[in-house]
């Protein structure tokens, strides 16, 4: 797959553009990655390159969970799902692990920042909470939304990830 982000589904063989966006998985991982971050200092002080990899690593594991839980959820009765829909499922949930990169780079380059440790997971912590709010908001555009439709998408997205903000806040690191 040549995407990074999850842009809206070119035209397929008959020309025709998706009937629908999905910027869920982008979304859903924006408030993994902050939950990751929010509770990794809960449990001990992890270095730059453990909490990378926990956000890249959880990032890769839900992504396979809702696969899995994708095929197994709409099996047709007595049918097993064949390796193209195993690739199309898995293309369609990698926006999962797509929202870990900006947070866990976030954490990465901190250091050049004069950044600690606190700081980069706040900073990691912020560039979650932004991407979910901006994914949420270009879902919105994308499927045809007001910009009105699209601000409220943002704000309840925002209060999601103000609530792992308070949690990160609540733990006192």
Not at 95 to 100: D, L, N, Q, R
């Amino acid at each position: 797959m040549n995407r990074f982000f999850p842009w809206p589904r070119r035209p397929d063989r008959t020309g025709r553009r998706a009937s629908r966006t999905d910027f869920a998985g982008a979304v859903y991982g924006s408030l993994l990655a902050a939950s990751v971050i929010a509770t990794a200092g809960a449990v001990g002080d992890f270095p730059r390159l453990q909490v990378v990899v926990l956000l890249l690593v959880t990032g890769l594991v839900f992504w396979a969970a809702h696969v899995y839980a994708s095929l197994a959820g709409e099996r047709q009765v007595g049918g097993r799902p064949d390796w193209a829909e195993i690739r199309r499922v898995g293309r369609h949930e990698w926006g999962i692990v797509e929202a870990a990169v900006l947070p866990a780079a976030a954490v990465a380059v901190s250091p050049l920042l004069g950044l600690g440790l606190s700081g980069a997971a706040w900073l990691a912590l912020a560039v979650a909470v932004t991407q979910q709010v901006g994914w949420a908001c270009l879902g919105a555009l994308y499927a045809g939304a007001s910009r009105t439709e699209a601000a409220v998408e943002g704000a309840v997205n925002l209060v999601l990830g103000l609530v792992i903000v308070a949690a990160k806040a609540a733990l006192g690191h």
